[in-house]
């Protein structure tokens, strides 16, 4: 039998998304760096889009996984059963939230939290009026898709939900469209996609404020922006307000799929009847994924990961400096670096990855590259990060 490469297979049996995957085949993933085939390692400057927030590998999460594993995995679909690593995960999560987020539905992935989320809101309401935002992300199933805010990526799959309403991120529009008839806003805590824009502080509030007059629900996601990324464990921590319902997925399973949207109890009763299972879910919540966020998190908090996130943002902000950088937006460990067009990104990108460092660009700013690594990394080595970038773009152009 001939021998096929694993890149042949990968080719001609996983499906494809894109013409160009990165195409990279690691095996083995510790700390900041990836390591390939030819054990060349790279420094991991994306964090498997804000899930690896603590890096790879960590031995408490690796540990909890197989204590896990050798426990119990999957017992009985989401909801019937007293799963410990669930009660337990989602006490923490109320500990670590304001009062009103005080009950966890569990969920496989960040699409179908929102899922989750447009359904509790048009429940709880009785509206279907969605306002959503231009270039947000919250994931690709078709009511995800339906609010996502890009034409190019919608058009194909319609029809998709009616009666949803987007507007520019930070625009008053946003604010004139809530009403009565409206179901609740969803909006990204941070933008991510975009390439980062981060609201104004009054902005938000006069958001909250309007949905709190009109019994509109407020929903933000913080699939990306959460766990640290900005500089405080909870995105909306900064802006001194809180969602009627809270999107969290990537980094909340530490590396293993997971989930969720979190709102008060009192409203996330309203999915227990009429009808009786308003959503169901069979890996939701799944217990490995449980233990091994909980240990994540823990980490993460024993840890002084985020309070040195502003610390590093400035290193950022001060080691990428070059010509070809048209600018630089910055989130906390979390940049955009905005180059002149799509073809230059991807030249450097490409040069970045040959030089031991993995990037991407934004889905909705393919001009702008992405930096954003795991949390952990120290002050030297992100300055090394920095160093690869430049010289890569000198490379590169
Ligand atoms: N929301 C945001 C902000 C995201 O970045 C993503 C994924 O990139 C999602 C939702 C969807 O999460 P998932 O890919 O787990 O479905």
């Known amino acids: 039998m001939s021998h096929i490469s694993n890149r042949q297979l990968f080719l001609d049996h996983v499906a494809q998304t894109s013409p160009a995957p990165i195409g990279l085949e690691i095996v083995k993933a510790r700390g900041i760096y990836q390591y390939d085939i030819n054990g060349k390692p790279y420094i991991d ?7 690896c927030n ?10 909890a996984v197989q204590q896990q594993a050798a426990e119990y995995m999957h017992l009985i679909v989401y909801g019937e059963f007293i799963e410990n690593p669930q009660v337990q995960y989602a006490r923490m999560l109320a500990d670590l939230l304001p009062e009103s987020l005080n009950c966890v539905y569990f969920t496989n992935s960040g699409a179908e939290a929102t899922e989750g989320a447009m359904k509790l809101a048009k429940r709880a309401t009785g509206h279907s009026k969605i306002i959503a935002f231009n270039k947000s992300y919250h994931g690709s199933t078709q009511g ?3 609010i996502m805010g890009d ?3 919608r058009n194909a799959f319609r029809p998709l939900l009616p009666d949803i309403y987007h507007v520019d991120y930070g625009s008053d529009a946003a604010i004139d469209l809530i009403d009565d008839t409206t179901a609740c806003v969803i909006m990204e805590t941070v933008q991510a996609e975009s390439g980062l824009n981060a609201p104004a502080k009054e902005w938000i509030q006069q958001i909250r404020k309007k949905c709190t007059d009109h019994n509109v629900l407020l929903v933000f996601d913080e699939i990306q922006a959460g766990f640290g990324r900005t500089g405080s464990l909870w995105a909306f921590g900064q802006y001194e307000v809180i969602p009627d319902i809270l999107l969290l997925g990537k980094a909340l399973g530490g590396g293993m799929p997971l989930g969720a949207f979190i709102s008060s109890w009192d409203l996330m ?17 799944h217990p490995v994924s449980c233990a091994a966020g909980k240990a994540a998190l823990e980490v993460l ?11 590093k943002e400035t290193i950022i902000q001060q080691q990428l400096q070059h010509k070809a950088i048209k600018q630089l937006r910055t989130a906390g460990l979390w940049a955009a670096v905005e180059f002149g067009s799509f073809e230059i990104n991807q030249k450097i990108i490409h040069r970045c990855i040959q030089n ?3 990037t991407d660009w934004f889905l909705f700013a393919p001009e702008c590259m992405r930096v954003g690594p795991p949390l952990i990394i120290t002050e030297d080595e992100l ?14 152009i």
């Open 45 to 51: 400057l994306i964090s498997g889009f804000s899930v």
């Open 54 to 63: 603590i890096g790879h590998g960590h031995p408490d999460v690796v540990k």
């Open 144 to 146: 995800a898709l339906s």
């Open 151 to 153: 034409e190019y990526f």
């Open 269 to 285: 009763q309203t999915l227990t009847s009429s009808p009786v299972l308003g959503h169901i879910t069979t890996f939701g919540g």
């Open 301 to 311: 908090l024993d840890g002084k990961f985020i309070s040195d996130v502003k610390k």
């Open 356 to 358: 031991g460092l993995i």
């Open 383 to 396: 300055i090394k990060a920095c160093e690869i970038i430049l010289q890569s773009i000198e490379e590169a």
